[in-house]
């Protein structure tokens, strides 16, 4: 190992003494009000995606036992949109929709919600 490389001993000992718990209540204090508003946001934006789901499934008349799993993929899906763009994206909700026609979920469905609600395009 070479001098400049720090052992697995030192880099847990660098971060015990980094992280007391009055150092993180500090930093929980001076930072809440930012993290509360941060949160109602991205609160607010999955409510308001999560209702243009329902919104798109009583438009294609999927039964109320079947909402929840429509839901949890919509959730997956904002949980991308928040991470990556453009092809990837593409691409990593086109998994997403795989995974959850595999889990017996219609796909032209699935599909619906990443169009109409996300307005994500098809992978090329």
Known sequence: MSSRQRSAADRVAKWDKHYTAERVANIIRAEKAKMLANNADSTADLVRYEVLTKM?????????????????????????????????????????????????????????????????PAPA
Not at 65 to 75: G, H, K, M, Q, T
Not at 100 to 110: E, G, K, Y
């Open 56 to 120: 798109e499934l009583n438009q294609v008349g999927v039964p109320v036992i079947d909402v929840p799993e429509y839901l949890a993929f919509s959730r997956e899906v904002w949980a991308k949109r928040r991470r990556y763009a453009g092809r990837m994206l593409n691409n990593v909700v086109q998994g997403l929709i795989d995974k959850w026609t595999m889990r017996t979920l219609d796909r032209s469905v699935l599909e619906r919600i990443r169009n109409n609600v996300y307005t994500i």
